[in-house]
């Protein structure tokens, strides 16, 4: 009885370490293919943008009470996917103004996009430039892939296997990052 017990333990011990060694193969597949899936994602989501998104501030001037006047903002509309905790020091069309807030957005063309805001007390005004789908992971993380999968379930963009096999995908990230 004994044998059948530890043979039945070494399988075990065997077929863990085969699930292990297949999640890290599909972890190396998920992470090569992450910035096509952020680009598929952005296409999909950027098509209803102009109907769900916001007009961002392009540029204004604000009075001594802290009131904005003379406000232009950008012909298309966006949606935030996320927010640098750390923007970059100095934004890259002028470097002697300071970036106050950055922000990943999508816009309406299906553009992913840095928004970086600077207010130098009497003039706020933005720059945006486009990243690619890698940069944008790189520099805002995971969290814009989430963001965009949330538009797709709560605007019904996909199909139920299509979101299930996303939420399953996103799941398996979230638990990578957090080892």
Sequence with gaps: MDEIVEQGFARLKSLVAETKEAQETAAGEIEKENAKL???????????????????????KMD?????????????????????ADPVPFRPDNPTKKVDQQFCVLSENGDIMELMF????FIIDTYTSKLTAEDAIHF?????????????RDYALAQEDVLDALNLTLGFIQRKNEE
């Design 38 to 60: 952020l680009a598929m994602m952005a296409h999909t989501v950027g098509e209803i943008v102009g109907e769900i998104g916001q007009e961002f501030l392009l540029k204004a």
């Design 64 to 84: 001594t009470k802290g009131e904005l006047y003379d406000q232009k903002y950008y012909a298309e509309k966006m949606i935030i996917l996320g927010k640098s």
């Design 118 to 121: 600077s207010n130098d007390g």
């Design 140 to 152: 805002y993380g995971y969290d814009i892939i989430y963001m965009l999968y949330s538009a797709m």
